[in-house]
């Protein structure tokens, strides 16, 4: 069992330099330029930017599953105690993320209460195992690891925060375990909307308030790769060409950090991110269809949300995910309280586009908690 009390001292603790390999690609750094080091390495050099307290570490569940997990603390803070009475706000990733992706919003967020942020199951350092080919099952598997996780790192309530497949999963938890959520926050969540149903050729779509961007290239580079193969495999195939791969599709990544980095860290740490054995991105996949959409759709349940939760809804002004899925949740919702916030000038990566704004909002919302 992981001691649940937080260091005081150290910059970085990592409590496991011995890294279990997952799966069997031993073989494959002669064509593919990866390894779960390499990407250890690439992390470190993003998370030595956070200036406050953090605590780095494997949790190891019950089944042996391990999930790569960091706490931060405020240094600063005058009594250690006062800040560990917060209900601590956990942040979970989207699809083909990790950790490092908040490194813009660790160290604000962390100022008054602590923060967790965790590699989910089958993404970024944590253990890759296999998933199901049900949905509903690889639903569950990422599901059921985050309580697991929250068992063992020993909290009793938090403010559970998640982006884009992360919020899908994130309100999954909620109506799972709602007694364990003190407030939700949801941020450009995937999988909410029910697929459309085709439009005859001619028709205008309705009640569009604002004409939203189509997905950038590399959602529809993943998209057409999604229903044959494993949606990275790409990266994976492209062998010793995988890094210019994601620059050449995510430029915008390096430009989302570039104040922090002027060379390809962020790219790089997203390539050994994705470029290790498939596995949360099987689960993924046995949760879509066709261009991405959710085979279980996320607004057929956010009904069986309590009533009492409160819900925020963080959507890019200039996101392609659509916020009026967001106006559909607290339409469902009638009056239970449902917010809806559009950030300006913010695409679906909300909290690297404007982080400063996004800080600022979810921070407003931690207060409202305690």
């Excluded at 150290?10 to 890294?19: F, I, R």
């Excluded at 006062?82 to 813009?104: C, E, K, N, Y």
Aim: hydrophobic letters at 35%.
């Amino acid at each position: 069992m992981l001691a649940t009390n937080l260091p005081v001292s150290t910059k970085m603790q990592d409590e496991s330099d011995l890294e279990l390999n997952s799966g069997n690609w031993s073989w494959w750094p002669s064509w593919r330029p990866t390894s779960m080091s390499l990407l250890k390495s690439a992390e470190a050099k993003i998370l030595a930017c956070i200036q406050n307290e953090v605590w780095s570490r494997f949790v190891t569940l019950p089944n042996q599953n391990r999930i790569w997990t960091l706490t931060v603390t405020n240094r600063a803070a005058r009594r250690p105690s006062d800040q560990a009475s917060q209900t601590p706000l956990v942040m979970v990733h989207g699809f083909g993320g990790g950790v490092g992706l908040w490194i813009r919003n660790l160290d604000s967020l962390s100022r008054s209460r602590p923060v967790y942020a965790f590699d989910l199951l089958g993404f970024g350092r944590s253990s890759r195992p296999s998933f199901p080919s049900d949905a509903s099952l690889a639903e569950e598997q990422f599901v059921s690891s985050i309580e697991q996780w929250r068992q063992t790192v020993g909290l009793e309530r938090m403010i559970l925060l998640g982006h884009s497949l992360g919020g899908f999963l994130a309100t999954s938890y909620s109506i799972q375990y709602p007694e364990r959520v003190s407030h939700l926050i949801l941020v450009d969540p995937w999988g909410f909307p029910e697929r459309p149903k085709p439009q005859p050729e001619g028709s205008s779509s309705q009640g569009s308030e604002v004409k939203r961007p189509g997905p950038p290239r590399w959602v529809k580079a993943v998209a057409s790769v999604v229903s044959l193969f494993n949606p990275l495999a790409i990266i994976r195939a492209a062998g010793p060409w995988g890094p210019g791969l994601v620059n050449r599709f995510r430029p915008d990544f390096k430009s989302k950090f570039e104040d922090l980095f002027d060379d390809n860290t962020m790219t790089e740490y997203l390539y050994h991110c994705n470029a290790q054995t498939p596995s949360g991105e099987v689960g993924f996949r046995a949760m879509t269809e066709s261009l991405g959409w959710a085979k279980r759709p996320m607004v057929q349940r956010v009904n069986l949300l309590p009533p009492s939760l409160p819900v925020s809804m963080l959507y890019g002004a200039r996101s392609w995910v659509d916020s009026s899925s967001g106006k559909h949740v607290a339409q469902i919702r009638g009056q239970s309280p449902t917010r809806v916030v559009l950030i300006d000038d913010a695409s679906h990566h909300v909290y690297a586009d404007q982080p400063e704004e996004f800080n600022r909002v979810v921070e407003n919302i931690c207060n409202t908690v305690d």
